[in-house]
């Protein structure tokens, strides 16, 4: 049942606040054995989803299908590994419990969004990602996590703001927020002023969550600041459901493609692909570009979504969900790193895949997935991505798409090269591995990329096509 | 003169109070007053919300969101100014410029 | 065992071999050792296996119908002449690391990526799929990027990057191409491809993006200049990169893409011999000023692919069974060129040739091997670089590009001066260093054998050549 | 069973070389390995002589085909080639006895034999390449196992064999390319096209360069004074002059038919004459014995490429008879100059001196190989020249006034080296020197009876060597043996001779010593100039031929690091330009990222109101 | 409907949208942090009117309770959390600028002039119906998720709190 996917987040922060010590211990696994459900749910729905049969909900979340499923998937993930590493980072027991309660609400947050079918729902429950997230982010209230929750708050606030105005003019012309009422009438209207008004207040707030450049002002010191496992989460998956997720579910249910909007998605794509890229190449600090990279990865998925083609939306799923695992893991090593050494500074770093050969091969391997390498998965998802806008005729486009992921294995290269892959610096002789609550993730998540990798080819008829049949 | 007529005033004052609060949220340095002009935008926004439901005559839908808005919006003011203050006590200033310290 | 399990195994066996190294090697090193070229000797075993059957005529395919097509495997008689060029210099090098790698930091690692190396090798050659092909030439890319960086100081792993980016540069575009080919053939499948090319020839863009690709794994202008640089890799890595295997991925998919399945428009015949032409005049000209010992073997590996790409791609039996005869020869004697610069460089700590100097007196049997190595690469006969070299400029002076073979002609000149000004200056003279012995046993073993291989590659020319022509015609669809 | 003699002709002597390997370290095991098979080869060639047989076997589809050919010039080459190898197999017993790699000097030696039949015999293209440039190797490694630095003079000689090697190879495959074919027998081309005139240059190319013409000539003078003695007489002064002109005969005569008076012919006289003049000023000049020699080594071979290039039967004629009288004289010179240095240890003319006295014997086959070439009737050097002069002035009198000036010189070098070594004072350094011991007096002495041999009985190789590899159609009924000679070429060498005596005479008494009989030419104005630039190897092909490659690497050189630059340099940098940029717009200001997205949201709209 | 009830509701409502106006310029430009939290609830109250005027009472009743009430207090404890201590944090405190809003006129200006441009057109908005539905069975029934949600984000609000707001020891 879905929707126990939201309620049981609520119903266990509820119990877990009894006025009763033991309960506070099982927080971590009520929220592990959790995310285990999620994802078994997922997994199990997803056959019948891309089957094309919906799974009929006897209650009010009554929406799954396909592109829904497999964000619930990466959802449950990258939840299942932000608990080990919030258990591996938190340091304070009360106020790991207290994360962890964030960490349930943003997560019935996120699960909320991509089940309903409703704008102002859509609305509530991103903004109850969004609030989850911002106090996770300033939790250890150093004053970069601040910095940081603040501009999130004070961009994601406007963000809101637009969407709500727009929510409010769709009112007045549909008299509904439901996404079919909406649909309709916004395709009886589509051309007038006042309706494009509307949308693009609208798909301006949706960028700004997802991060898009030029939107994405709050993004790098949101994820470069925050807490170990809060990045980890932030990145790999809230701003990506918060964002990008509706973006495009109301681009594919609400808004339709249209040549505006397919051009407005081919060139914030490109401009976040290429200038996330380009400044991820020159930072130093080892979160901030993942931020960056996030940036630029973003863009990939809004140019497979902008054309419009199953093959592209395909596409820009797939690569959602293998951002989430790979930016995830990355952010997994980062924290490793930072806990071993106490830094983030790369130029500080070096040598360290001896030192800690777990998150040394296995960020190799999440940065080889995002780069492109097969035959890991982020290969598959960013050919199919260009192959769907060469396809489509945006050759342009490709080409950049393809030129951009030289730039991105150019920056992890000088990160591995900084941090991993180097001798080892004066200073990092003492290294060790970090626990294994922090290596374990690393290696299912590895795991994962691999296998996912190599039975795509096998995949890609039975499950990643038919994620645009809508 | 109809109903719309009597709306379009609206409008144009949404719009210009949402000018208001996005100027001030551009040009202040002040953390508490970026929270204050937040604000000025919410109430345009509350505001366009009922225009809404009374052009489109829904305004029991309007109103059910408007409550909604509301209480989401108490508790991000709530967190905003947990942040603040939090930063407050780290800088002792409340200038938004001292909020720099993460660039390139 | 039937032969398409043999073709299997020979490409399965080292891919998923080579991760159990590692574990191997942390209980017992030796056998580690024993294990990396054993899993190297079941590819040069299977290779031969294959040698009967497809020299009858036969072509063993194996397909795994998927998503994006039939992911097939196909061994023809230009893939079991590639897989085994390929796995016997590279059981060589295995052989010659046990004695070169044994003082380093991190031969787990170094093991399992040479092995995972060769293993990805095989797969290349055997693909049939242009996806499948792309991933085992990335896993290549991977794995020498690692091994070029192996020493891990700042410039070295820079060096690295340097060589993975430019040929990641390259592989992106060729993927690119790849996509335009499937747009035009519809497939990815190369039998489907070359069914569905027959009378249409590639889109010249395609052939662009995907002659990119090629050209900067081979090494050729104007993408060469990751080569000289990778020579800070351990001098078994270099022999593996830049002589035997890497840069021959180039040229067979050259061979495999242009030759065999998707017809080229006119032009390129004589862009691609005019690339190589200069490619190899350039590189050779870079070598005469080169003063250190192994970017020199470097800039002369990117001359010699000029030929080996001239005989491929400017048409005609001859050439083409002589740049195949090439990638034979060329890979066994530029092999023990590397191996010999290796001996000469853990011996002396010293790769500037202009500080060595009279190292035969103490090291005669590397000196001697090298020499062997030098003839053959010049195409002095009786070794096996005197015909590939024949019949390649033989096979070129027949086609209408005078001009190019002429060129080619003078980039053998210069081979013979910077070839022999090495020669001359590392192992001739007065010594300049401290006089060491020979290296260890394994080493000079190594390459005395591919000295000997040099020597019996021509003097019984007759089965390579006669493998190489039947390959050819096969190509050409003159026999089945 | 002469097929079987065929391949045991190349296979013996490779297969003995590999004994005398194994054995390089046992000295005189190794020295009787090595002689042993000198003779067996020599058994071998007699075997073979006179014999006509072919063999062909089909080796690879692609033109290389193992073919031999025996008939009168290949059985001869070879035998000449077998006589020579005994010759100074037996020679270099005492001479490498006490050398360091006298073993590997055996080996390679009997390598070279076996290279050296292979290339005689084969009559396929390809595998006459094969053996051809095989030769390179021994030359190489003979020339390196010589005195300490040789190995510079052997790179050198590698260097210009080796370009002129890959120059043949060219030309072997142009000219199979417009034959169709690569047996040497069946090939007719002609020399009016482009493409076999190519062909034709480059195998002219190969094969001068191979005789020592110039300008691949350059390494022989050095290689005269780095290398072991035995070896210059064996390969430059032998081997190499017999292959070359042999292959030479077989291009012009048997491939592509050269025609009096066509360009072809012309260029490949000009080569001749010109080669004939450059060497032998040098060798005028030259103040070291084994140097001297090697320069006549050069410029004899002019005479042997003006008389084939002539492309009338008497120069032809002249020009084989020519080589093989040239590998005789010059090996025997050769020789001489070997006993002189094992006996006084130096070949430095300034140093020797009246050796005739303590070494009659050599000095006799100085003597008479001297004259030899100098074309003194009655030995055979003379009747050769007469034939190249004949054929010669029938071409032009440019050509033959050229070739009579070279004799001049010739003679006038031969009489201050004769002076200088055997005449004059004793030094104080050679006062107990004595004859060189029997086993290398006797090479000395044969090889001085063929000289008077072929020159008063000149019928016998001329009936049995030269005319039947021409055969009696080409000669025209003719029969050039014997001394029915025109009178006018014979006063004229006979003046010419003279006048060397004369000037000789004149230098003599000019600078005081025999070793200054040239000075005066040395030192004439214009000349001295020259000299000097070419002893500084200004003219020096090879130091010429570097400097252009040096050249060539400089310019491709930048090419290279240009490219290095466009991409470590130019796209690094633009890059990380691009970067900073990027990165500079990211003050960490929230109002700036405010502005940015205000300005996002207002170009969304923009964008959608537009583009709608 | 009565043409001059429609006229006054309009004088009416233009009047309430001027004091909300100014309310918020006031928020905005006034110097004191209290005095503009004090406009902002002003600002609310007039807000309150103008929905109870529309026909939305149970959104003013709300609006009139936590934006009017609750936000102020908020707003004016954490002023008073962050009032300056000493006089170097006085001097350190960030000082209001007029001049920054000179702009703000000529802004309000032309978006005032750009709407009712923008507004001139006809709107394609449908015709009003009549309310169906009533708040109470609107709320509990289609709209219980957003119930839901609310109930979530004050949970995570009460984190907030307790996160954010907690001392440290």
């Known amino acids: 049942m879905p929707s126990l996917l939201v309620i049981l987040p609520l119903l266990a922060v509820l119990l877990l606040n009894l006025p009763l010590n033991f309960l506070r211990r099982l927080a971590l696994p009520a929220a592990l054995l959790l995310a285990l459900y999620q994802a078994a749910f997922a997994l199990g729905v997803l056959p019948a989803c891309c089957a094309g049969c919906p799974t009929q909900e006897r209650w009010f979340l009554n929406a799954l299908d396909p592109l829904t499923s497999v964000l619930l998937l990466a959802i449950a993930i990258v939840a299942f590994v932000s608990v080990f590493v919030l258990r591996a980072t938190a340091g304070e027991e009360r106020r790991e419990f207290n994360m962890l309660n964030l960490v349930f609400l943003a997560v019935a947050g996120m699960n909320g969004l991509v089940l309903v079918r409703d704008l102002f729902s859509l609305y509530v429950f991103l903004e109850l990602a969004s609030i989850a997230s911002f106090i996770l982010i300033a939790a250890h209230r150093e004053m970069g996590g601040l910095e940081g929750a603040f501009k999130y708050l004070v961009m994601s606030a406007l963000a809101t703001m637009m969407m709500l105005a727009s929510i409010a003019l769709l009112l007045a012309l549909s008299g509904s927020t439901s996404f079919g009422a909406v649909a309709e009438a916004l395709q009886a209207h589509a051309r007038h002023g006042y309706v494009l008004t509307a949308l693009g207040l609208f798909l301006g707030g949706l960028l700004i969550k997802s991060g898009v450049m030029p939107f994405h002002g709050w993004l790098p010191d949101a994820y470069s600041a925050a807490p170990a496992a809060v990045s980890t989460l932030l990145a790999g998956i809230v701003t990506k459901v918060t964002g990008v997720y509706a973006l495009i579910r109301l681009v594919l249910d609400v808004f339709g493609f249209t040549p505006a909007t397919q051009q407005l998605l081919l060139i914030f794509g490109a401009i976040s692909v290429v200038a996330g890229a380009l400044a991820a190449l020159g930072q130093s600090d080892m979160k901030r570009m993942l931020a960056y990279s996030s940036i630029s990865q973003v863009g990939y998925i809004l140019l497979g979504l902008a054309t419009g083609t199953g093959l592209g939306i395909a596409a820009a799923v797939f690569h959602l969900f293998n951002h989430a695992i790979f930016k995830t893991l990355l952010f997994v090593n980062a924290a490793a790193v930072e806990k071993q050494t106490g830094t983030r500074d790369m130029n500080q770093l070096g040598g360290l895949a001896q030192k800690m050969p777990i998150t040394g091969v296995t960020s190799l391997l999440a940065m080889f997935s995002t780069a492109g390498v097969p035959p890991l998965a982020g290969f598959w998802s960013k050919l199919l991505i260009i192959a769907a806008l060469w396809l489509s005729g945006f050759h342009g486009y490709a080409l950049l798409g393809i030129g951009a992921s030289l730039l991105t294995l150019a920056y992890f290269l000088s990160l591995q090269r900084r941090v991993f892959f180097g001798l080892v610096r004066a200073g990092c002789e003492n290294v060790r591995e970090a626990g294994w609550a922090l290596t374990l993730p690393s290696l299912l998540l590895a795991a994962i990329l691999v296998g996912v990798g190599l039975a795509l080819p096998w995949l890609i008829g039975t499950f990643l096509l038919p994620v645009k049949g809508f | 003169m109809n109903l719309v007529s009597l709306v379009m005033p609206f409008g144009v004052f949404v719009a210009l109070l949402a000018a208001v609060g996005l100027y001030c949220l551009i040009v202040t340095r002040d953390m508490l007053r970026v929270i204050l002009a937040l604000e000025v935008i919410t109430k345009a926004v509350t505001l366009l919300l009922i225009v809404g439901g009374l052009v489109s005559g829904h305004m029991a839908l309007a109103q059910a969101f408007v409550i909604t808005l509301i209480v989401i919006e108490v508790v991000v003011i709530v967190a905003a100014a947990g942040i603040v203050i939090a930063v407050y006590k780290h800088t002792g200033t409340l200038d938004i410029r001292r909020l720099r310290n993460l660039k390139g | 065992m039937s032969l398409d399990t043999i073709m299997l195994l020979v490409v399965v066996v080292p891919v998923f071999g080579s991760l159990l190294l590692p574990l191997v090697g942390k209980v017992c090193k030796s056998t580690r050792n024993g294990l990396a070229l054993l899993l190297v000797l079941v590819s040069l075993a299977g290779s031969l296996m294959l040698i009967g059957p497809v020299m009858s005529g036969k072509v063993i395919t194996l397909t795994f119908p998927t998503g994006f097509g039939q992911m097939m495997l196909m061994a023809d008689r230009l893939a079991v002449f590639m897989a085994l060029v390929s796995s016997l210099v590279g059981a060589i090098i295995v052989f010659y690391s046990w004695g070169y790698i044994s003082h380093y930091e991190n031969q787990n690692e170094y093991y399992l990526l040479v092995v995972l190396f060769l293993g990805a090798m095989m797969g290349l050659v055997f693909a049939a799929n242009l996806l499948i092909l792309y991933i085992f030439w990335e896993i290549t890319a991977i794995a020498s990027w690692r091994l070029i ?33 499937r747009e035009q053939a519809g497939s990815w499948d190369l039998p489907a491809i070359k069914a569905a090319l027959v009378g249409h020839p590639l889109s010249s863009a395609a052939v662009a993006l995907i002659l990119l690709g090629i050209l900067s794994k081979s090494a050729t202008l104007p993408l060469q200049t990751w ?45 691609v011999p005019a690339i190589a032409g200069v490619s190899a005049l350039v590189a050779a000209g870079a070598a005469l000023l080169e003063t250190d010992l192994k970017r020199l073997i470097a800039f002369s590996t990117i001359s010699q692919i000029g030929f080996i790409f001239l005989g491929l791609s400017i048409g005609g039996e001859l050439a083409l069974a002589g740049g195949l005869l090439y990638i034979l020869m060329h890979g066994v004697a530029k092999g023990g060129l590397f191996l010999c610069a290796g001996i000469v460089e853990q011996n002396t700590h010293c790769k500037d040739i202009t500080k060595l100097g009279g190292l035969i007196k103490t090291m005669p049997v590397t000196a001697i091997a090298f020499l062997i190595c030098t003839f053959s690469v010049i195409g002095i006969p009786p070794l096996g670089g005197f015909f590939s070299k024949y019949m390649v400029i033989a096979g070129a002076a027949k086609g209408p590009h005078l001009w190019i073979v002429l060129s080619f002609v003078g980039t053998a000149f210069l081979t013979i001066i910077y070839l022999m000004r090495v020669f001359v200056m590392v192992f001739m003279g007065e010594p300049k260093t401290e006089l060491k012995s020979e290296g260890s046993p394994v080493m000079v073993w190594s390459v005395a054998l591919l000295a000997l291989l040099s020597i019996a590659g021509g003097l019984l020319i007759y089965y390579p050549s006669f493998f190489a022509t039947e390959a050819t015609r096969q190509i050409l669809g003159l026999i089945p | 069973m002469t097929n079987n003699l065929m391949y045991f002709a190349i296979l013996l002597p490779a297969v003995i070389s590999l004994l005398a390997f194994a054995t390089r370290k046992m000295g005189k095991v190794c020295a009787a390995t090595a002689l042993l098979g000198a003779v067996v080869n020599l058994v071998v060639a007699i075997k073979l002589f006179g014999q006509t047989a072919a063999v062909h076997v089909p080796w690879t589809s692609w033109g290389l085909d ?49 290279f050296a039949n292979g290339a005689a015999l084969a009559d396929n293209l390809i595998l006459l390449l094969f053996f051809w440039e095989g030769l ?49 027998s069946k090939m007719h081309l002609v020399l009016t096209e482009t493409g076999p005139t190519l062909a034709f240059l480059f195998l002219i190319i190969g094969a001068t360069a191979k005789a020592g013409a110039l300008p691949f000539h350059s390494w022989i003078p050095d290689a005269a004074e780095d290398a072991p003695l035995p070896f ?11 292959l070359g002109i042999y292959f030479l005969a077989r291009i012009t005569l048997d491939m592509f038919a050269l025609t009096p008076g066509s360009w072809c012919s012309t260029l490949l006289m000009t080569l001749g004459a010109i080669t004939i003049l450059v060497a032998v000023m040098m060798a005028l000049i030259q103040k070291d014995y084994k140097r001297l020699l090697a320069y006549h080594a050069i410029s004899q071979v002019g005479y042997m490429i003006l008389g084939i290039g002539t492309a009338v039967p008497a120069g032809i004629v002249g020009g084989l008879f020519h080589m093989i009288n040239h590998a005789l004289y010059k090996s025997g010179l050769f020789l001489s100059g070997g006993s002189v240095e094992r006996q006084t240890g130096t070949t430095d003319l300034s140093k020797l001196g009246g050796l005739a006295r303590q070494m009659p014997i050599t000095f006799f086959c100085f003597f008479v190989t001297a004259c030899s070439i100098s074309g003194v009737p009655p030995f055979n050097g003379f009747i050769s020249k007469e034939l190249i002069y004949d054929g010669a002035l029938e071409r032009g009198g440019i050509f033959y006034a050229a070739a009579l000036l070279g004799s001049f010189l010739t003679a006038a070098s031969f009489l201050k080296l004769g002076h200088s070594a055997y005449f004059g004072k004793v030094s104080e350094a050679n006062k107990n020197v004595k004859e060189a011991p029997w086993a290398m007096l006797v090479p000395m002495l044969t090889i001085a009876g063929f000289c008077i041999l072929f020159g008063v009985y000149n019928q016998l190789p001329l009936h049995k060597l030269i005319q039947p590899v021409l055969g009696e159609h080409r000669l ?45 030419i040395h030192y004439a104005p214009g000349l001295h100039q020259a000299y000097d630039a070419a002893e500084k190897g200004w003219f020096d092909p090879y130091e010429l031929g570097l400097t252009l490659a040096r050249g060539v690497g400089r310019v491709t050189w930048g090419v290279d690091r240009f490219i290095n630059w466009v991409s470590d340099g130019l796209a690094v940098g633009v890059t990380a330009m691009f970067s900073y940029l990027v990165r500079s717009f990211h003050t960490g200001s929230l109002p700036i990222y405010l502005w940015w997205a205000i300005a996002g949201v207002a170009l969304v709209i923009i964008l959608l109101v537009k583009v709608n | 409907m009565d043409p001059t009830f429609l006229k006054q509701q309009l004088l009416m409502n233009i009047i309430l949208m001027g004091a909300m106006l100014l309310g918020a310029l006031a928020t905005v430009m006034l110097r004191q942090l209290v005095k503009a ?47 300056p201590a000493t006089e170097e944090e006085r001097a350190a405190h960030i000082r209001f600028k007029t001049r920054r809003y000179f702009l703000l006129p000529l802004v309000l200006l032309l978006v005032g002039v750009g709407l009712s441009y923008v507004t001139g057109q006809p709107l394609p908005l449908p015709a009003a119906e009549p309310a169906g539905t009533e708040l109470r069975s609107l709320l509990w029934g289609p709209r219980a998720l957003d119930l839901l949600g609310q109930v979530l984000v004050l949970l995570a609000g009460v984190w907030g709190v307790v996160m954010l707001f907690k001392e440290e020891k």
């Open chain 3, 227 to 271: 080569l000289p640089d990778a020579g800070v890799a351990p001098s078994p890595v270099t022999a593996l990169l830049h002589a035997a295997v890497l840069v021959k991925i180039g040229v067979y998919a050259y061979a495999r893409l242009f030759v065999v399945n998707m017809p080229l428009p006119e032009i390129w015949q004589t862009i």
């Open chain 5, 37 to 83: 939290a004090i406009a902002l609830a002003f600002t609310s109250v007039v807000l309150c009117v103008v929905m109870f005027k529309l026909n939305a009472p149970w959104a003013a009743v709300f609006e009139l309770s936590v934006c009017a009430g609750l936000i102020t207090v908020v707003f004016i404890s954490a002023v008073s959390l962050v009032k």
């Open chain 4, 66 to 114: 193992f073919t031999l050919r025996l008939y009168s010039f290949s059985g001869f080459i070879v035998l000449a080639a077998a006589g020579f190898a005994l010759a100074i197999t037996l020679y270099s017993l005492p001479f490498m006895a006490k050398r360091e790699h006298s073993g590997l000097f055996y080996f390679q030696l009997l390598l070279s034999v076996a």
């Open chain 4, 476 to 520: 025209e009924g003719h029969d050039y043996a014997g001394w029915h000679f025109n009178i006018m070429l014979v006063v004229g060498t006979l003046v010419v001779l003279a006048l060397a005596l004369l000037n000789h005479f004149i230098g003599v008494k000019r600078s005081g010593s025999g070793i200054g009989a040239a000075d005066h």
């Open chain 4, 232 to 242: 210059m007489a064996l390969m430059p002064a032998a081997f190499e002059k017999l």
């Open chain 3, 149 to 181: 960086g192996f020493f891990r100081s700042p410039a070295i792993v820079l060096r690295a990057d340097k060589s993975f980016l430019v040929t990641f540069f390259g592989a992106t575009m060729m993927l690119l191409g790849f996509i335009m080919v």
């Open chain 4, 136 to 184: 390179l190797i021994t030359l190489y490694g003979l020339i390196a196992i010589g005195r300490p630095g040789a190995w510079k003079s052997a790179m050198k000689a590698l260097v210009l064999v080796g370009v002129s090697d890959v120059c043949m190879m060219f030309g072997i495959a142009l000219a199979g390319h417009f034959a169709g074919t690569m047996q040497i």
